[in-house]
């Protein structure tokens, strides 16, 4: 008699088919449909398309890795890449669910896996054209094969230097991967040690591939590393010295880390829910089963963690929680891992009920679904492009753009170099302009540009870049120029000096920036939008400033706060709107929620540990529309709302003599020595303010 054929759910393939069956439609329903506004995707988009040198490491794996996934006949080319990172992270889904069952049941390793899989940091950075989904695939492959039986060291070695090929912070895992093999490393002798280092030699000898592709001068070719000296400060990236995540300098060491170490809490929190009381029970169950590899993970944990958050003291603004948020998937793979055993401990405690745990781990799973359902869908992500095509729109042909911001500057590359739009158009990079391997790109790819170093806000090198280039020169809003600059705004760009009699063009009408209203709204594209309200702001205070202000503009400035409300000028000048037509009421309220919105600023400025200069910056802004909105209570009968109003701009600036000016005529015939008083602050913070002077003789005597 035949034997029974197992149960469906004891075969071997039953638990990693599940995942699949769920999570791969899954991340490829949600995929953007082109390339996504996320830190350096256009640049990383760019620089695999051509076959470049990313920026500082290089990142040669990812860069190869993702050229040759490129060539596959699908869809666009950043789709592709979303595609390539779709498929690294669920890769490394797998391999951490063949991890965590070789150590427990399927049932236990699957919950597990399938939380892990939901976790929303790893399905944004499964999404975009980067190297982080890779570096995840990397760390539970790595940690798999290392936490084997039959562990080989050198090929653990191999496939690290291999893996910080594509991310250096792979060396992370490090520790845990020497807990895990010194076992066979110690009965290997020094051998076994010659050989791993050996090996991992091997595989991190793929950094060669960055001073042979630079000698053929690619047109992606971040610092040259084709000379030996070069190459090597590329991959210690001793080259790299004006990137955001060098922030962290200002702040004195550990200063930043227990706020972020609330902020990964937060994330935990997000992204395993009910799973994190399941990782408690096992750490508890892996202490009294197996310490070396509790040691091992809780290795891993640490370094990967708070160790980590330590150095890099990031302040936890939007900016550099987004910069640092794709680092938290390493410890999140050792959460995930005692989440399994917790769960299968707590089941074999008492098998009558071990439903319960089971359950309590799928209702996890569950949870951190709908927790990161919202903003998940990106089908109709195509915020990056949209820009990118609505700023070369606004360029005429031959003319030159200068960008800042990576996210900007680099889709602005992708639509350019991979898309091939507007190939008339010479994009300079502002902050790269200074760079020798820049300039020698730039003179060997764009002869005919004259380029200077646009990156010390000089007004003479911005004049002669301009006189240099007469095709016309222009920036985007995010573009730091100096304050002497004349600018003429015309759409997303600004043309900078500009000849007499210069009309500037209008092209709002055929841009896609409705486009930006979708459900996904992370720091990088909200910063999109900003430039769009920055834009639309230019265009209005033109107007005003002109004394030809209508209803265009007032609807503009409208839009320009339902696309960034922290932007407190649009407001103001919708106040000033108002106040030149003696609608002090609507004035009253605008003004009140331009003063609102800097309120809100420094509030979120100490929430995030900003620099004392920024809020000394945002503070000495406010003052004005504390001033204003004084102006308007004082004409509407509110005499003191507008004492209080002009006190506050006083105490936000000190040096602003009008807000002395305007409490001493709200005093007059009420109050002359408080009139004398405040007459006499607002000549000594301006002794040139001629009002004061001439109201102050008035007053002497009375």
């Known amino acids: ?171 992370l895992c490090a520790p845990a991967l020497l807990v895990l093999l010194w076992p066979r490393l110690r009965a290997g002798g020094p051998a076994a040690f010659l050989k791993s280092s050996g090996a991992f030699l091997l595989g991190f000898s793929l950094y060669l591939y960055l001073p042979l592709r630079s000698s053929g001068w690619p047109l992606f070719d971040w610092s040259h590393p084709a000379d030996p000296a070069t190459f090597i400060a590329v991959i210690t ?133 709908a927790a990161g359902a919202h903003g998940s869908y990106r089908r109709w992500l195509f915020a990056a492009e949209d820009y990118a095509a609505d700023a070369l729109r606004s360029a005429p042909p031959g003319s030159s753009v200068l960008a800042k911001k990576d996210v900007q500057l680099f889709s602005l590359w992708y639509l350019q170099e991979v898309k091939g739009l507007r190939p008339d158009v010479t994009v300079v990079a502002q902050g790269l302009s200074g760079s020798p391997w820049y300039r020698a790109s730039k003179a060997r790819y764009r002869p005919s540009l004259t380029l200077a170093n646009l990156n010390s806000a000089s007004d003479g090198e911005f004049r002669a870049f301009a006189a240099a280039n007469p095709g016309g020169f222009y920036s985007t809003m995010d573009a730091e120029l100096p304050h002497s600059s004349p600018a003429l705004p015309g759409g997303l760009l600004n043309l900078l000096y500009p000849p007499a009699g210069s009309v500037p063009s209008d092209p709002w009408p055929f841009y896609s920036f409705p486009r930006l209203d979708t459900d996904y709204r992370d720091f990088f594209d909200k910063d999109l939008g900003t430039s769009y309200a920055q834009a639309l702001l230019a265009g209005a205070a033109r107007a005003s400033a002109a004394g030809r202000m209508g209803e265009a503009e007032l609807r503009r400035l409208r839009l320009a706060s339902v696309l960034d409300p922290e932007l407190p000028d649009a407001p103001l000048y919708e106040g000033f709107y108002y106040s030149s037509r003696g609608d002090w009421a609507a004035a009253r309220s605008a003004f009140r929620a331009s003063a609102d919105v800097y309120e809100r600023l420094l509030a979120l400025g100490v929430e995030y540990r900003s620099l004392p200069s920024l809020m000394d910056g945002i503070a000495a802004s406010s003052a004005y529309a504390w001033l204003n909105y004084g102006v308007a209570l004082e004409k509407t009968g509110d005499r003191s709302g507008a004492e209080a109003a002009y006190l506050t701009a006083a105490r936000r600036n000190p040096g602003m003599a009008d807000a002395r000016f305007n409490l001493a005529i709200l005093y007059w015939n009420r109050d002359w020595a408080r009139v004398r008083e405040e007459l006499a602050a607002a000549l000594r913070i301006n002794p040139a303010h001629a009002a004061a002077a001439n109201y102050l003789r008035q007053v002497r005597d009375r």
């Not at 449909?33 to 470049?52: H, I, K, N, Q, V």
């Not at 990812?62 to 990172?85: D, E, H, T, V």
């Open 237 to 369: 990236r001793k080259s790299y010295g004006s990137t955001l995540d060098l922030i962290s300098r200002n702040y004195a060491p550990g200063e930043l880390f227990w706020a972020n170490l609330w902020q990964y809490a937060a994330h935990l929190w997000r992204n395993f829910s009910l799973a994190l009381p399941l990782a408690a029970a096992g750490v508890w169950a892996e202490w009294r089963s197996d310490r070396r590899r509790l040691a091992a993970f809780a290795a891993l944990f640490a370094v990967s963690g708070p160790v980590f958050l330590y150095m890099a003291n990031m302040p936890p603004n939007p900016h550099a929680l987004a910069i640092v948020e794709p680092y938290y998937l390493l410890p999140d793979l050792a959460v995930a891992f005692w989440a399994a055993a917790g769960t299968f401990a707590l089941a074999a405690l008492a098998p009558a009920r071990a439903w319960v745990p089971l359950f309590a781990s799928a209702l996890a799973a569950l949870s951190v679904l």
């Open 1 to 171: 008699m035949e034997d029974a054929p197992a149960p469906l759910i004891s075969r071997p393939y039953f638990f990693p088919a599940l995942l699949a069956l769920i999570l791969v439609p899954l991340y490829i329903w949600c995929l953007p449909p082109g390339l996504p506004p996320y830190r350096d995707s256009g640049e990383m988009a760019s620089a695999a398309w051509t076959l470049g040198v990313a920026h500082q490491p290089g990142y040669p794996l990812y860069i190869i890795s993702a050229k040759l996934f490129s060539l596959l006949p699908l869809g666009n080319p950043a789709w592709r890449l979303n595609l390539f990172s779709a498929a690294a992270g669920l890769a490394g889904v797998l391999v951490f669910w063949r991890l965590a069952a070789a150590s427990f049941p399927g049932a236990a390793a699957f919950l597990a896996a399938l939380t892990l899989g939901f976790n929303f940091t790893l399905r944004t950075v499964s999404s975009v054209p980067e190297m982080y989904a890779l570096n995840f695939f990397f760390a539970a492959l790595l940690l798999c094969l290392a936490a084997s039986p039959r562990a080989i060291p050198a090929l653990c070695a191999f496939l690290l230097g291999l893996g910080m090929a594509n991310r250096m912070d792979l060396v």
